[in-house]
């Protein structure tokens, strides 16, 4: 099906809805960290406990995501954006020099998130450009605090 809708026009509308922000970390088969800043993360179901996200084809990330496979959501705290713009940006490694920590599934933990979930990986479904990702979720922390906000691409914070 092919669209009329001009990229700019849909990205900007998008825009405007206000997002919080994560970091999506896993392991690959050798045990090296990765991970990428996502604001397309949303809870699906309480039983079983599923949430979702989506993934470009692009992102480097994806090679490391199948069906089996563990990741963290690592939700941020409204003093993360520096962390967010950090994983957000091409780098070859975005773990270096950074407090974070191994969790028992084997996924990347960062320090001073607001909330961490880890999961497995169910589903992947095709959709345009992106992966839709289903996992189900096996542990959950938090702490109090206030996420960091995306609203018209800044980055935000509640009043």
Same mark, same amino acid.
């Given at each position: ?8 026009r849909f ?7 206000t997002?919080?922000i994560?970091i999506?970390?896993t392991?690959d088969s ?7 800043t ?7 179901? %309480?039983?079983? +406990? &599923?949430?979702?996200?989506? #993934?470009?084809?692009?992102?480097a990330l994806?090679?490391?995501?199948? /069906?089996?496979?563990?990741i963290?959501?690592?939700i ?16 070859e490694?975005r773990f ?8 028992? %599934?084997?996924? +990347? &933990?960062?320090s001073?998130a #607001?909330a961490?979930?880890?999961c ?5 479904? /095709? ?11 096996h542990s ?16 935000e914070?509640?009043?």
């Open positions: 099906m092919s669209s009329q809708l001009a990229p700019d990205r900007r509308a998008c825009s405007l809805w997002t919080g994560s999506l970390t392991t050798a045990g090296v960290p990765h991970g990428m996502a604001n397309s993360f949303t809870s699906v179901s %309480l039983d079983p +406990p &599923l949430v979702l996200f989506c #993934l470009d084809e692009r992102a994806l090679s490391h995501i199948a /069906p089996g496979r563990n963290a959501v690592n941020l705290a409204e003093d993360q954006a520096e962390l967010s713009s950090r994983f957000a940006r091409k780098s490694d270096e020099n950074l407090d974070w920590h191994q969790s028992a %599934l084997g996924c +990347p &933990l960062l001073g #607001l961490v979930m880890e497995t990986i169910t589903k992947l479904v /095709p959709a345009g450009d992106h992966q839709i990702v289903l996992a189900h979720a959950v922390d938090w702490r109090e605090g206030r996420p960091l906000l995306y609203f018209s691409s800044s980055y914070s509640l009043a």
